[in-house]
């Protein structure tokens, strides 16, 4: 079975040539997915396997190729994150309180997707609710990141919320996949994992369809093997869709043009805010390697001063777990889900709600509901909402200066071991976030790209941040670190 | 927009057993808006339907789902804002008032809180005296309804119909300006009446498109406002009325014994003619308002508003002031006929080219009383606008006399047909003919000598004579020649 | 600012989660770490500054008045864990 595995080494742009071009048939790329995804069941990266649906749409796939009509993701596999809506098929946002829901519907994203022909391998293990770094809060258990540190086998969590979907392309049991970012959810994960991954402007991405985490922050992207694969997704995932209005009507450009285009001329500026105190003397090391790169491509660097972005990570968790508190009310075992017997209706509530949602699901709600109650609203909403002003601000000027985009390390570390943060500080955990989180609070993209190796073997990345529906450039830069640095594949051992 | 303070009017006071009182009446009206489809979702908002047969997975707050704003929604609450003379904000933010509660699925309302979409207004109040009073409006503002849990259906179990639920309500809160409920009765009244001619809301409150949450709280003359109860959901006028009578009585009753009045919601109970605590309500309530993260704020555009405003009807008031000007009616009527868009369009139509007296007259007396008989609307009346306008043209050129245009309008009512052609076949034409008429005198005189005599003693008897003459003739004898004729033959004067 | 036990348990009962009195203290420490973290924010001068109403520069669309939803009770309940006659039912409520 050496095609089984050649085949899954291909990267999305390389399976879609060799589909094009007749060397092996999209059904025969599903089988070797399918075929792989049971192989690596360890990993616990995918909670919910439809090969049977894999094979029918990868067989209609076929026939669309026989007939000339190839559609741009046409008999591609792909995994999906559970918190995207999948007609008839199991949606929790791997959380209990959504236990048994089937959607009778199906979110825009992966709508599209299906529409460009993409197949479905199945469901992806995330933290419950998006809510988590390191994909320790799901429902369904962790997530076992394929990396390891040398001469260790210790399990290490792939980062979250996107931990499934992070750890299911990194081991090749998907082409790509879908994820979503609140406050990292996507770059975090492809750092731990040495993918690449893209959080796009808020509004790029219509949210319909995605269970809600924090709306004003959610947005979807995709996780991918490389830059390439990466910005062909986009292009997929991406549309003004009328029943998100937040979802902006501007034209999808052709991302994958991007790739690989001269970055002669742009600036990179280089937040001096983000060296931190007590950072990892090789993610610095690596951020140097990123401005090199960019420099010796042609790219001018400049120092630049973002000056709120300390506040980012505070401010974030006062706004995001109050969206969390609201938009989780609707899980109450009354329209669907877990529902427990209680005595009343507010019994069946509170304990539907307990025994639904895990610990750290409860923590954001409560702290939500706190910070919105009688007499704090002003004190934590109102002032968090205007230190995201601030920070957006900061934004803005840097790029009103000249600055085409932003380079940043995408986490303050490599990935960890799983139950290595299950501390009792949650703030420890949150950390995690601090580079990432900037941009969810402006609304900004963010693409994060591995740039090379810790001392111990695992992948480390970049972030790249753009203006405000200039993903194009960010595609063009990741690509230019990728040929730079190399890609980076983590070593079977599933 | 300010309305100067009232003064405390002796009349309206109500008396106690240590002295007068003064009521102070707010109302919070939700108003259900006239639309197909409802405020963040495009499923139908009309009354009724299977159960969640009008729900779309927005309305079931499904995962994911996300609200878009309804155009003619915000159009309505920009019609209705024009219409109350109150001030459009064209910039406006929809808030969640989190709570839980099984006909809310979202667990949250999607209202707007600190920035609505209308500001404040005016509303004049006729009161049957004649007088008026102007009763300010504090605000207006857009908001989702919820659905609706059905308690009897089980013995343990509620059952939960979202059919309403995200249907758009218009919030109207008045300042604190009524002194009775007599006035406030009379302000529901006209806020129906404009709500109606706008289009903005049927105003029918069987069907709960119109409900009020009623403030009230009494204090003594010049005193300032004493604390409120809150009577929720009150659902007709009478019931308003009745409700703020037993809540002030109470409030009173309280004060006087010297205790004091506790700040709470309450509930009419129209079969007891109570009103009640509702102690499931008094749970302390934080709705966490925080503005929408789903919705962008609302911004409208002048031009648009502009245009809104050039398409807007006459509105009552306007009506009313036209009528009395151009029609001569008498304020009190011109009240009457513009309650109604359909009343006033219709008595346009009969006065056109008409005695606009003559047909108010003929409409609020005989149409309006009959029609009440049968609880008919004007739009079911089985008299047309023509065919009343034929009647009054009858009696006005003396075809008919006043007393037989009664019995032929009852004809139309009931039989239909064209007045005039009525006229003739069933023979109510008045007698004009003076030479018909004399002969009838003549005889009524002549088999009567001791009434004669009489008449000639007492003149005013000369009215007996008249009366038999009209009976005579079938009530078809015009009553002025009959009149002239009995006096001329009896010689008195 | 910080949460005591009780404040905890009042926020729960907000957010309609029992929890035991061993996770209310429990809780209370995870919150506390969480509000001390955000505490830092009051360093910001904040005075003049607008609140962030949304993160992209856009006006909100709105739709045509039309029923376009709607109709289908069935999917409305199919997940429902408890349903009649198309009715989602719930222990009896009191008002």
């Known amino acids: 079975m050496s095609l089984v595995t050649d085949l899954t080494a291909l990267t999305l742009a390389e399976a879609r040539a060799g589909l094009k071009a007749g060397d092996f048939t999209a059904v025969e790329l599903t089988e070797a997915y399918v075929a792989a995804v049971e192989a690596a069941r360890g990993l616990n990266a995918y909670i919910v396997e439809t090969p049977e649906k894999a094979r029918a749409m990868a067989k209609a796939s076929d026939e669309r190729i026989a007939r000339g009509e190839a559609r741009p993701l046409e008999g591609i596999p792909l995994g999906i994150k559970d918190l995207f809506a999948t007609e008839g098929v199991h949606t929790q946002a791997c959380s209990h309180v959504l236990d048994g829901f089937k959607p009778p519907y199906e979110s825009t994203v992966t709508a599209n997707l299906w529409a460009d022909g993409a197949v479905m391998l199945g469901k992806l293990n995330m933290d419950e609710f998006a809510m988590g770094s390191s994909n320790e809060t799901s429902y369904y258990g962790p997530v076992t ?6 001469g260790s086998n210790a399990s290490l969590v792939p980062g979250g919320s996107s931990g499934g979907s992070a750890a299911a392309v990194a081991a090749r049991i998907c082409l790509g996949a879908t994820a979503t970012d609140t406050g990292g959810s996507i770059r975090q994960p492809a750092a731990f994992t040495g993918t690449v991954g893209i959080k796009p402007t808020y509004g790029r991405c219509s949210r319909w369809g995605i269970v809600a985490f924090a709306s004003s922050l959610d947005q979807a992207g995709p996780i991918a093997r490389d830059v390439r694969d990466a910005a062909i997704l986009l292009k997929s995932m991406a549309s003004v869709d009328p029943k998100d209005t937040t979802s902006v009507d501007l034209p999808v450009p052709d991302y994958e043009a991007a790739v690989g285009r001269s970055v002669k001329g742009l600036t990179i500026g280089i937040p001096r805010e983000y060296r931190l105190d ?5 993610v610095d090391a690596l951020w140097q390697t990123g401005i090199e790169i960019l420099k010796d491509a042609g790219a001018t660097i400049v120092d630049i001063s973002l000056p709120h972005t300390k506040y980012a990570l505070p401010a974030y968790y006062i706004v995001a777990p109050a969206e969390a508190s609201s938009n989780l009310a609707r899980y109450d075992g009354v ?55 601030l920070i957006k601000r900061d934004f803005e000027t840097a790029y009103a200066s000249g600055v085409d985009a932003v380079l940043t390390p995408a986490t303050p570390s490599a990935a960890f071991a799983i139950g290595e943060k299950a501390g009792a500080d949650p703030v420890e955990m949150y950390l995690n976030d601090v580079f990432t989180v900037t941009v969810n609070m402006a609304g900004l993209p963010g693409l994060a790209v591995p740039a090379g190796l810790s001392a111990e073997g695992l992948p480390l990345g970049l972030q790249l941040i753009g203006r405000p529906f200039d993903e194009e450039t960010l595609f063009t830069l990741g690509g230019a670190i990728e040929q730079a640095a190399g890609r980076f594949s983590a070593d079977k051992w599933w | 927009m300010t309305i100067a303070p009232r003064l405390p009017d002796p009349k309206k006071l109500i008396k106690g057993a240590t002295g007068d009182w003064e009521v102070v009446i707010g109302l919070e009206v939700h108003a259900q ?76 309302q999607i209202s707007q809180y600190k920035q609505p979409i209308v500001g404040e207004g005016i509303v004049t109040v006729d009161l049957a005296d004649g007088s008026a009073i102007e009763v300010g409006i504090e605000r207006l503002h857009l908001e989702q309804d919820a659905g609706k849990s059905i308690h009897d259906q089980h013995p343990t179990m509620s059952f939960v119909d979202l059919n309403r639920s995200g249907v758009a309500l218009m919030e109207i809160v008045s300042k604190p300006d009524l002194r009775s409920s007599e006035e406030a009765k009379a302000y529901l009244a006209k806020l129906r009446t404009i709500l109606r001619y706008l289009g903005t809301c049927d105003g029918n409150m069987e069907e709960g498109s119109l409900r009020a949450d009623i403030n009230v709280s009494v204090r ?41 009045i506790d700040q709470e919601t309450r509930l009419y109970d129209p079969g007891k003619g109570e009103t009640r605590s509702m102690r499931s309500k008094e749970e302390a309530h934080d709705y966490r308002y925080f503005p929408d993260p789903d919705l962008l704020p609302l911004v409208l555009d002048p031009a648009w508003i502009e245009g809104l405003k050039a398409h807007l009807p006459e509105l009552p008031d306007e009506k009313k002031a036209r009528f009395i000007r151009d029609y001569g009616v008498t304020p009190y009527d011109a009240m009457v006929l513009t309650l109604e868009r359909a009343s006033a369009d219709y008595f346009e139509q009969v006065a056109k080219g008409r005695d606009g007296k003559a047909a108010a007259n003929f409409m609020i007396n005989e149409l309006f009383g009959r029609l009440n008989k049968d609880g008919k609307a004007i739009e079911d009346s089985p008299v047309s606008a023509d065919q009343l306008g034929a009647i009054v043209d009858l009696i006005r050129d003396g075809t008919i006399s006043g007393k037989i245009a009664k019995d032929l ?9 064209d007045p005039r052609d009525l006229v003739e076949s069933r023979g109510l034409k008045q007698v004009t003919d003076t030479g018909a008429i004399e002969a009838a005198v003549d005889a009524v005189i002549a088999a009567n000598p001791d009434k004669v005599a009489q008449a000639l003693a007492k003149p005013t008897l000369a009215g007996w004579f008249v009366g038999q003459v009209m009976k005579a003739t079938g009530g078809k004898a015009n009553p002025q020649a009959v009149n002239d004729l009995v006096k001329a033959k009896l010689g008195i004067e | 600012m910080s949460v005591d036990t009780a404040t905890v348990t009042r926020v729960a009962r907000l957010a309609r989660i029992k929890v035991s009195a061993d996770e209310a203290e429990r809780m209370t420490h995870e919150l506390n770490s969480i509000l001390g973290f955000v505490e830092q924010l009051n360093e910001v001068d904040v005075a003049g500054v607008e609140p962030m109403t949304s993160a992209v520069n856009t006006t909100m669309r709105w739709r045509q008045d039309a029923v376009t939803d709607g109709g289908d009770a069935g999917r409305v309940t199919l997940n429902a864990p408890l349903s009649d006659d198309n009715f989602f039912m719930v222990p009896k409520v009191v008002e």
């Not at chain 1, 007590?278 to 090789?282: K, T």
């Open chain 1, 145 to 150: 990141n394929p990396w390891r540190r040398q």
């Open chain 1, 278 to 282: 007590g950072m990892p003397a090789e």
């Open chain 1, 335 to 389: 329209r669907y889900g877990l529902r427990e017997k209680g005595d009343d209706i507010v019994d069946l509530y509170e304990k539907s709600r307990a025994a639904g949602f895990g610990d750290e699901v409860k923590r954001r709600i409560l702290i939500g509901t706190y910070v919105l109650s009688a007499g704090y609203y002003d004190a934590y909403y109102l002032r968090a909402q205007k230190v995201r002003t």
């Open chain 2, 33 to 108: 808006v006239t639309s197909q489809s409802k405020l963040f979702s495009g499923a139908s908002a009309a009354y009724g339907g299977a159960p969640n047969s009008h729900v779309s997975l927005v309305d079931a707050a499904m995962p994911g789902m996300l609200p878009v704003i309804n155009e003619e929604c915000i159009a309505q609450a920009v019609r209705t804002g024009l219409g109350l003379r109150a001030a459009i904000n064209p910039y406006s933010v929809f808030d969640r008032k989190n709570y839980f509660y099984p006909d809310l699925p979202q667990g949250y």
């Open chain 2, 220 to 260: 003594r003359p010049g005193d300032p406002l004493g604390t409120r109860c809150e009577i929720k959901n009150v659902n007709s006028m009478r019931f308003a009325g009745q409700a703020i009578e037993y809540e002030a009585r109470r409030q009173i009753a309280i004060l006087e014994d010297g205790g004091v």
């Open chain 2, 409 to 417: 309008f009852e004809i139309v009512y009931t039989e239909g047909g």
